[in-house]
């Protein structure tokens, strides 16, 4: 499976798609994606869709997969660990390629500001979560002025729900004082009739965080990247885009410096890929 | 050596004036028994269950499985495929963990091993098996082979094999020895005796065996999913993370249905042998 | 004639510590039809299995046909084991197997690995088993299950797998203690008429001191894993018997 | 003489028929799910890299925070046998074809049990998150569910393998339903009761290592935790912790076993 | 004296349409030791089974003690049963309780359902018990559990749960089939002397004429359900013997 064709180029490009946490659903629109590729290209492809990065990560890092979408923290750790190059976001505009994370809390509670949260407990999504864990405890250092060390004793309780949808969720029913979400996800909640918008009250918003970018493992020959990225700038079948969200969507350039504040987040977190990657 | 015809004496063997000694109401069940019950009060008291919560919870959990009904099952031609691609990860899976622990449980039985130390070594590993969860193992086969249905069935295959060596050797280890015991005395070797002796007195317990550990790995299937091994599982994902219960539950009873057959085709074959 | 079987010195303390037999001697001579009587726990079903080695002897010789057999290794233990059939109390069949096979497993030990294992015996061999079959009178019965017979039936298959083997010795280990009185006497006239037709040897446990002096040409009493008494059964005297049993519950006769 | 025969050939032929029935179900399998030897073993390398390198050793330094882990794990394992258990040996006096009472209550209750079994742990805990919050309620309720789907089987099972001479008996004494259940059910089924509720507990532990994740907490949140954020060494020090759990209880309940039994 | 138990035009047929009794008539008077002999498949294990309506007869009349008990409902089943003990082949007892425990079962039929289902006997129940071990000489064991015994042990305790029941007749079905003739002996000597002393009518099945022929007071003779021989034992003449157990193998007396 590893075999080259004649041009250098391998024998088939395997795409690994995880649903990005601002992405709509997971979708069956990258089979659409993964057939035009393969005219445009002139080879093989192959998808592969799935909720675990570290499956993604680790079968990149071992040759096993060519191309992958990831969320915007796992990319970074996909950079460090995998040689993973980010090509495109997917989105309406440039402004449009970015999202949010917010604080929020149930909405018969008196807090209004962050700094009352002071003894109360907080939910994060999980520990590995941009804009449910890394982003809404920056906001915490950044506008309370603590250290990342004293997150843990400001708060009464710091605990993990596994899924945004888990977070809301407990604030709807007040089992937690507040919690860090993905902006995307919470509006998805409310569609989805799953919470209503007057369970909860956001209090806080992050900057804003890039999406989640398609990238391709750094050491494909150069041709075969610039074939690649080729197809996805022009890439404009309106049935894939609408199936995957919106049809005036495109796939947008990206590069690793648009990433640059996840880094920062990350590093301010003592959860830099370095960091991580180095026990 | 009294051949007469005389009935024979009551109350004469055995019945010497000794007393019976009653003896203490049994103490160790008794004390298992009372140890079960304190700990269980004091893991209750760690875990510091919510218990108002129980009841409205119990209320909720009936609604949503009531809005779950009745199933979408128009997304049928995507589950349908991705149901049998989980049963086929299921069912390989299971089969080369079945081959292989077929080997190795000879050598854990105690009653057939070369010696004890062997038998300990395949339960420690068998253990270790069982130990990883099947989500560990498909990583660590993911990194070999990749993304695809491929790692899913050696992570089931591996931990099933944790499952069934334990299993198939304690089933052989329940055997009756003297059975062992009469292929050895006509001068039949291990091989012979495993293959005309052991297997087919244990052929009931290992098909059983090995059909419950069918059922448990389509489960497993369906989990696996989420790391990329494809099937069932990421068609429920797919399903909640959307919020379509309905179709969850269509998917939930696929699921079902595919394990319940093989139940039912296991009490079938049960009558059968 | 040469003794086909010396027993010198035979002692065997199990690992618990339990001395089990103690300074066994003695001889048997091809022909021999030997009764061995003895209380429950005198040592009478160690005695049988330290022959065939199933059991390990901690000190002491068995001699089988001159050779010394407790000094040999694995491979030729195995070639002794064929010689010598062996008949259990629990009759120790395979249960799910057909009749016939169970009969064909007394041929293992003169098959190959393979074959053995895949159970592809010989024509010869198959019809040899259903050659003896026939004499105990289980042709009909020969593609049953072997869990369908009823125990004397089963016995008759325990005694038709110890003849496949060719033997030179049965060794019978209370081969009548789970039967009925009827399916007894099947049995032990099968074993007594076969071993003296074929001139095979025979070294049978018994409980039943009656049914030793019906059949036996020469008795061994033991007890506590001593011989005790050792010659023909007319000489078994009644003293000697209570001796044997003294201390011990004395095996009844039957309720006639 | 021929029938038998006859009979012997058929089974042959059924035993034939099954040998290639299964074999065809595997290379189905196997063609469905691109099975290659060759990929296997080529990937032994990059295996034993990964668990060299990455996965091995474990981080002892960890096991501090881990042992409140896997403590909450034990937890959660034993109430969910004990009570699993109880509410198992209740349903499953109706599942079983000896003690029923009536053959529908037995086709019901072995459907409804068969539902919670056939379901796997993962599915359960979405929806019980969904209605309980989060919180190791979840994770002890799912933990229920599955001991009381097992555990009805399994005991059912065991009743129905018990010697009906004995209950016969009983009968014949002119005693009554409650009094046969509780003199002469009871007695024979307590062994298995005993040993297949241990044998829940073991499970148990093991199944919660995967709900950890959906706010069961224990050891199974720490390792899913270990593993978003690629401290492979930590994960592997939780699974050599639920490792000595797990010998521990084998080790305990087979003494108890011995002894009850 | 009135028949404790009148059989009339007794038809059992199974759901599977064997026959397994036909047209069975005959009384029992107090005091009686009937032995019921017939080869296998005659229809002996359903007679008995018949008598206490653990089988339901298709056609044809139990009467016990002037009542027709096959018209009778569940409740008074109950109450006829623990009149009538019954002994098996099999023994039948709750293995891992103790054998006093096991003779209590037989006052479950006179105990609340609640205090039966605890195993709270009354006092003198317990003493009845004990007091009914020792006469078959198992004082001794009586705190032991039933797996521990011998099966000759295990029988006496069967017999001593159908004496608990302080029955007026006792069916004992086949009671010495799976025990060496020893024990067989003490068995039979048990039942017998326990029924004459106590005034017990029983019914025994046996396969043994000779035992059959020792103990009897009276033989009805089985074949393919229906009563061939009914008579005194010095009337079974070796001709019946011999047409009962025709076509079937007769069942060789012990090898003494
Ligand atoms: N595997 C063993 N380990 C320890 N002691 C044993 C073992 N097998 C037998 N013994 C002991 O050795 C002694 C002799 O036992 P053996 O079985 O040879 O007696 P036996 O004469 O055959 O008795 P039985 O008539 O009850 O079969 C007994 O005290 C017995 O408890
Ligand atoms: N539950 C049943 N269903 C169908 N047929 C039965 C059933 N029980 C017994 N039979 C048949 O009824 C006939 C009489 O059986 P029964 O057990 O009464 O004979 P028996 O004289 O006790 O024999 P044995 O000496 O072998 O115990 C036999 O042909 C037997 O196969
Ligand atoms: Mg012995
Ligand atoms: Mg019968």
């Avoid at chain 2, 091993?113 to 069982?130: C, D, E, H, Q």
């Avoid at chain 2, 198939?168 to 059975?179: H, I, L, N, Y």
């Avoid at chain 2, 497993?220 to 959307?242: C, Q």
């Amino acid at each position: 499976s590893g075999g080259e064709n004649e041009n250098g180029w391998p024998e088939k490009i395997r795409y690994g798609v995880l649903p990005g946490e601002e992405d709509s659903e997971l979708s069956r629109a990258h089979e659409l994606f993964v057939k035009d590729m393969s005219e445009e290209l002139g080879i093989e492809v192959e998808l592969f869709q799935g909720e675990d990065y570290n499956a993604v990560i680790e079968a990149m890092r071992s040759k096993k997969l060519e191309l992958a979408s990831f969320g915007p923290f796992s990319y970074i750790i996909a950079q460090e660990r995998s040689n993973a190059v980010p090509i495109a976001v997917r989105a309406i505009s440039e402004e449009d390629a970015t999202y949010n994370s917010w604080i929020v809390v149930p909405d018969e509670s008196d807090v209004q500001s962050l700094e009352e949260l002071e003894g109360k407990s907080i939910l994060f999504a999980d520990p590995a979560s941009t804009s449910g864990h890394l982003f809404p405890r920056g906001i915490f250092i950044e506008e309370l002025g603590i250290t990342n060390d004293e997150v843990e004793s400001y708060f009464s309780s710091v605990s993990f729900s596994g899924s945004h949808d888990n977070s809301i969720l407990a604030i709807a029913a007040g089992d937690a004082d507040a919690a860090g979400v993905c902006s995307t996800c919470v509006e998805r909640a409310v569609k989805g009739g799953l919470v209503s918008e007057s369970d909860f009250r956001i209090i806080a918003e992050s900057d804003p965080i890039p999406s989640s970018p398609i990238s391709y493992r750094g050491d494909l020959p150069e041709d075969l990247v610039e074939a690649i990225k080729e197809f996805i700038y022009n890439y404009d079948n309106e049935e894939f885009f609408e199936q995957a969200g919106d049809k005036d969507s495109r796939y947008i350039p990206v590069d690793e410096s648009n990433y640059e504040i996840i880094r920062k987040t990350a590093e301010s977190l003592n959860m830099s890929p370095e960091e991580l990657l180095s026990q | 050596m009294s051949r007469d015809g005389n009935v024979y004496p009551l109350n004469a063997q055995e019945s010497d004036n000794e007393i019976a000694i009653k003896p203490k109401k049994d103490l160790f069940t008794r004390g298992v028994f009372a140890f079960g019950a304190v700990f269980f009060l004091f893991c209750l008291y760690q875990l510091n269950i919510d218990y108002s919560n129980l009841l409205a919870g119990t209320v909720d959990f009936i609604t949503m499985l009531g809005e779950m009904f009745p199933p979408d099952v128009s997304e049928w031609k995507y589950v349908i495929p991705a149901a049998i691609e989980s049963l086929q990860v299921a069912i390989l899976g299971t089969v080369i963990a079945v081959v292989i622990s077929l080997v190795l449980a000879f050598l854990a039985a105690e009653n057939l091993a070369p010696n004890n130390l062997v038998a300990s070594i395949v339960k420690g590993f068998a253990t270790l098996m069982r130990v990883i969860p099947t989500i560990i193992w498909a990583l660590i086969f993911i990194v070999a082979v990749g993304l695809g249905p491929l790692p899913g069935v050696l992570a089931i295959a591996v931990h099933s094999l944790g499952m069934l060596i334990k299993v198939f050797a304690q089933s052989v280890e329940e055997m009756d020895d003297g059975k062992i015991e009469a292929l050895r005395a006509s001068g039949a070797n291990w091989i012979q005796i495993i293959a005309q002796g052991v297997i087919p007195t244990v052929v009931t317990a290992l098909l059983s065996w090995t059909i419950l550990r069918l059922e448990i790995d389509i489960g497993e299937s369906t989990i696996l999913g989420l790391v990329g091994a494809g099937g069932i599982g990421w068609e429920l994902t797919r399903a909640m993370r959307s919020y379509d219960f309905n179709a969850a539950f269509f998917i939930a009873m696929v699921i079902f249905v595919m394990i319940f057959s093989v139940e039912m085709l296991s009490n079938r074959l049960k009558l059968k042998v | 004639m040469n003794p086909i079987l010396q027993v010198e010195n035979l002692k065997k303390v199990y690992s618990d510590g339990t001395v089990a037999l103690n300074n066994i001697n003695f001889e048997v001579h091809p022909g021999e039809f030997i009764v061995v009587i003895g209380p429950s726990g005198a040592g009478k079903s160690t005695l049988l299995r330290c022959i065939n080695r199933l059991v390990e002897p901690t000190s002491g010789d068995v001699v089988f046909k001159g050779k010394k057999i407790n000094k040999i290794g694995a491979r030729q233990v195995k070639q002794v084991r064929r010689e010598i059939g062996m008949v259990f109390q629990n009759f120790n069949l395979i249960d799910r197997l057909s009749v016939v096979n169970n009969v064909l497993h007394g041929r293992l030990g003169y098959t190959g690995t393979i074959k053995g294992a895949l159970g592809l015996f010989s024509k010869k061999d198959i019809a040899e088993a259903e050659e003896i079959l026939e004499r105990v009178g289980l042709s009909k019965q020969k593609y049953k299950r072997a869990d369908e017979l009823s125990g004397g039936q089963m016995q008759r298959v325990g005694i038709s797998r110890a003849l496949a083997q060719r033997p030179r010795l049965i060794l019978a280990d209370e081969p009548i203690a789970s039967l009925d009185p009827a399916s007894s006497k099947i049995i032990m006239d099968h074993i007594f008429t076969i071993c003296k037709e074929d001139k095979i040897t025979a070294i049978v446990n018994l409980h039943q001191v009656d049914v030793a002096m019906k059949y036996a040409t020469r008795i061994i009493g033991i007890k506590s894993g001593e011989v005790i008494f050792d010659g023909q059964p007319s000489h078994l005297t009644k003293n000697i018997i209570d001796e044997i049993y003294s201390n011990a519950k004395q095996p009844l006769v039957n309720a006639q | 003489m021929n029938m038998i025969q006859e009979l012997k050939k058929r089974k042959r032929l059924q035993i034939l028929l099954l040998f290639f029935f299964v074999t065809g179900l595997t290379i189905w399998s196997a063609i469905g799910t691109n099975f290659s030897f060759y990929e296997v073993f080529s990937g032994f390398g990059l295996i034993s890299n990964f668990v060299f390198l990455d996965l091995l050793p474990p981080d002892i330094a960890a096991s501090g925070t881990l042992l409140e882990a896997i403590l909450e794990t034990l937890y959660m394992g034993f109430v969910g046998m004990v009570v699993g258990a109880l509410i198992a040996l209740v349903l499953s006096f109706l599942a079983a074809s000896t003690t029923t009472p009536h053959p529908v209550v037995q086709v019901i209750v072995r459907a409804f049990t068969s539902i919670m079994r056939n379901i796997p742990g993962l599915i359960w805990a979405l929806i019980l998150v969904a209605s309980y919050g989060i919180g190791v309620t979840v994770g002890t309720l799912s933990l229920i569910l599955g001991s009381v789907g097992f555990l009805t089987r399994v005991f059912a099972d065991t009743l129905e393998e018990i010697d009906t001479g004995k209950i016969e008996a009983l009968h014949a004494t002119g005693s009554s339903y409650f009094q046969i259940l509780a003199q002469g059910v009871f007695p024979q089924f307590f062994p298995g009761f005993i040993a297949w509720s241990l044998y829940n507990l073991e499970l148990n532990i093991r199944a919660s290592t995967i709900i950890g994740m959906v706010g069961g907490g224990g050891i199974g949140f720490a390792i899913q935790k270990g593993i978003k954020l690629f401290q492979y060494k930590e994960v592997s020090m939780a699974i050599v912790l639920v490792l000595i759990l797990i010998l521990s209880t084998e080790f305990l309940t087979s003494k108890i076993r011995e002894r009850i039994i």
